[in-house]
Structure formats: structure tokens, C-alpha cells
């Protein structure tokens, strides 16, 4: 079955880094966009970047993180990456990569297959 996992969340202080691993299997890894997603407490699911499944990994950011955040894939390993720089107090959230690049709420869910999110808080 198709399964996603996040790690490498953990605690940071501001202007620190953390790079998330999403190690993907159950389906062809490299026919797929990966998007990453965080969420806060008290607030909805957005969109934090996406890597498009073509061989130029084209990516998309959100505003928020452009310039301190960048995506990147390894198509021999199934697993796409968020490296983050510059951290600030509030990319704190849990952070979810997925199948897909939007956030479509179905079913009681989202669209998509998700991994089951990986913590980041930035704190000082």
C-alpha cells in the first residue's frame, strides 16, 4: 500500500535549520508531485512547497518560506526533502508531505495520500 513517512522534525531555535526526509513506497515514486504541508495549532493546512515528478524537479514555494526553504528529490531512494534555513517562530507546526501539491479536504480527509507528519518548533 502507499506510504509516506516524515522525519527529521525536532526543536530549533530561531535562525536554525532542519532538513525533513519523506521516504515514499507502495507506488511509482517518480510518476508523482510531492507536496509538503504544515499545520499549527488552531489553524487550517497550507502549502509549504511542491516538486513536480519531471526531470527538472521543478518546485513551487509559498511565499512564507521562499529563499529559506528548498525541495529536492531522489528518485533512487523514493524520498524528497525539505531543506529549511532561517527558521523563524512561526514555520512551527507539524509538518506533512503528501501526493499531491493543493489541499483538497474529501472524504473527512485530504486528497491524496498522506504521511503522519513530522513536528518542527522553533523556539528559543
Known amino acids: 500500500q502507499v506510504q509516506l513517512v516524515e522525519s527529521g522534525g525536532g526543536l530549533v531555535q530561531p535562525g536554525g535549520s532542519l532538513r525533513l526526509s519523506c521516504a515514499a513506497s507502495?507506488?511509482?515514486?517518480?510518476?508523482?508531485?510531492i507536496g509538503w504541508f504544515r499545520q499549527a495549532p488552531g489553524k487550517e493546512r497550507e502549502g509549504v512547497s511542491c516538486?513536480?515528478?519531471?526531470?527538472?524537479?521543478?518546485?513551487y514555494y509559498a511565499d512564507s518560506v521562499k529563499g529559506r526553504f528548498t525541495v529536492s528529490r531522489d528518485n533512487t531512494k523514493n524520498t524528497v526533502y525539505l531543506q529549511m534555513n532561517s527558521l523563524k517562530l512561526e514555520d512551527t507546526a507539524v509538518y506533512y508531505c503528501?501526493?499531491?501539491?493543493?489541499?483538497?479536504?474529501?472524504?473527512?480527509?485530504?486528497?491524496?495520500?498522506w504521511g503522519q507528519g513530522t513536528q518542527v518548533t522553533v523556539s528559543s
Open positions: 503528501a501526493t499531491t501539491c493543493v489541499v483538497f479536504p474529501e472524504n473527512g480527509g485530504y486528497f491524496g495520500s
Open positions: 507502495g507506488f511509482t515514486f517518480d510518476h508523482y508531485a
Open positions: 516538486i513536480s515528478s519531471s526531470s527538472d524537479g521543478s518546485a
